[in-house]
């Protein structure tokens, strides 16, 4: 699979969801990962899946459901200790670059749901432009200690908008 090529330590490449390493930094990023089995079934077509290394270590991924011009962000993840270096911003603007065409038109819309709880998530969706357009509440299992299940914010970025 060919590598872009972003700074000349950086490289994001697709992946494949069954290879382990992928699965621990899922756990290793979120208080409440998803199940292996529903990690492994984000594979084929309908699925976008891309890792960022840096220097040749794993730091992150990106997984994207595509229905027609509709482009799901599923999850996203840094390595909690590669946090806080811009990798999530390199993460999202490649599924930004992805849903425009080359003047910066989004071509597609892209959907995603967040915990309310998850500011740093937030922050980054909002900073590229995401509008909040809804509740799920419930949505999400609880992330321990907690015990009650906790309210997803929906988001979007429309089509045709540079
Ligand atoms: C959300 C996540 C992917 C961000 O990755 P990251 O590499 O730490 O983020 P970056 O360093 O690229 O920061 C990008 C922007 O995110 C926001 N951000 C990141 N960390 C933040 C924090 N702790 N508090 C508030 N905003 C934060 C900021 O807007 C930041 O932009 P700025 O640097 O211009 O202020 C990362 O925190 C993560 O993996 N979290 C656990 C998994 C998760 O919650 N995924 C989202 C599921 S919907």
Redesign the pocket.
Known sequence: MSAVCLKPDLALVHFDPTEPEFYLLECA??GAPWSRAMFIQCSGRLYRTRALYAAGQLV?FSICYLVADEVT?M????HPK??????????FQDIIDFISDQHGQRQRTLF????ES????I??Y??FGLSDIGRRPGYYPPIPPATANETAVVMRLGQGHA
């Open positions: 990023a979120h992150g962000l999850n996203i993840a840094v590669h946090q806080g270096n811009g990798y999530g911003r390199v993460l995603l749901e967040v915990r998850n500011h740093a998530a922050a980054l909002q900073r």
